[in-house]
């Protein structure tokens, strides 16, 4: 029997205890015009592998899966928003941001949307985390959303500190970002998130937001924070790269960078500007233990006004993959596939 896909959109509406509805969107499998043996062509912002070993993609054409053989655009009924970040829960369920309608939870056969409407600060989410309480952290535009499951508790960005609005009934409009984009989040071994902003960088004790410093200048507009396995915490962004193990800050390059990651080697990746000329994207890697001599992987000129390189991502045979501005790329330690770039082939 021929199997036909469909796309599903259902109201379910329950009742919580102040009588509000909410709305879920029950999805099956998508039709087969949006399963495609090539990947996104517009820009891609961050990249996950799942539990199930599929690759997952945040782009403006929506949230793509790779199975291993064809890409399928999991969200082209769902919605038309941006998609912009990426989180699998310790739950199982995808969560993906969008720019202008929140975000959207998955669980594999329902979306449920989340939006200021819900108690979101503001609904556009550049990043999202899950600390080790289970909590989900979401970055925003004008400061950061903490979702336990049943409720949210918002912290707004005030001039130069952040603070929690008590009332719970504030919320930041919707302006495109930035200006007061949440960038990036993560929670550290020591139990302190660490928060970067287009403004300034903040580190959280779980009482009060006090902003990072090196020699009483603060670090700002940091795109990208990690911690890698020996505990040291990573900045990147438009001062460079920046490493801290504790006690003082080492400025690894002071060129822009707009992601970081670490792969399981060690090695510390960076997607930044600098090739031929300032359009020129590069994907570099820092070996453990050389960190002044980055080696960078070919080809330094991606494409052709590429239009950036952002989220990196190990997959678990050892590929890298990375978003650009005209799709997604995987580099194998030899060659970089451009899957957009196959299909213009075939």
């Given amino acids: 029997m021929k199997i036909i896909y469909a796309l599903l959109l259902m109201f379910v509406f329950c009742t919580s205890g102040k009588g509000q509805n909410k709305t879920e969107l029950k999805y099956a499998e998508p039709e087969n015009k949006n399963v495609s043996s090539y990947g996104p062509s517009v820009i891609t912002r961050n990249i996950l592998q799942d539990r199930k070993g599929n690759i997952w993609m945040a782009t403006w054409d929506g949230a793509f899966r790779y199975d291993g053989k064809s890409f399928t655009n999991i969200t082209s ?9 990426l989180l699998e829960d310790s739950k199982g369920n995808l969560w993906f941001g969008t720019i202008g309608s929140g975000v959207y939870r998955y669980d594999g056969i329902f979306f449920k949307n989340f939006t200021t409407a819900e108690g979101l600060y503001n609904n556009e989410v550049g990043c999202m985390y899950e600390d080790k309480k289970g909590i989900i952290w979401f970055g925003v535009n004008g400061g950061a959303s903490l979702y336990d499951g049943k ?6 960005i005030e ?17 495109q970002r930035p200006p007061m984009e949440v960038t990036s989040i993560i929670e550290d071994r020591t139990g302190k998130f660490w928060l970067s902003t287009r403004g300034r960088t903040f580190v959280y004790d779980g009482k009060k937001f006090t902003a990072v410093v090196h020699d009483t200048k603060p670090f700002i507009n940091v795109r990208c924070i990690i911690e890698d396995r020996k505990g040291n915490i990573w900045l990147a962004g438009n001062d ?5 193990d504790g006690s003082t800050f080492a400025g690894i ?19 930044s500007a600098g090739g031929v000329t300032t359009r020129d994207w590069i994907l570099s890697r820092y070996d453990d233990n050389s960190l002044a001599k980055p080696f960078v992987a070919p080809p330094k000129r991606v494409e052709p006004k590429v239009g950036g390189l952002f989220g990196i991502m190990e997959d678990d045979k050892g590929y890298i993959w990375f978003g650009s501005g005209m799709g997604v790329y995987r580099y194998d330690g030899n060659s970089v596939t451009n899957f957009k770039f196959i299909a213009d082939k075939k």
């Fill in 240 to 244: 460079g790269l920046w490493r801290y």
């Fill in 77 to 85: 009924g769902v919605s038309t928003a941006r998609f912009f970040s």
């Fill in 159 to 175: 001039g130069d500190s952040i603070v929690e609005d008590k009332t719970r009934k504030k919320s930041f409009p919707n302006m």
């Fill in 253 to 271: 390059t002071y060129n822009f960078v707009g992601y970081v990651y670490q792969d399981r080697n060690g090695n510390i990746w960076t997607s």
């Fill in 151 to 156: 409720s949210f508790r918002n912290f707004m």
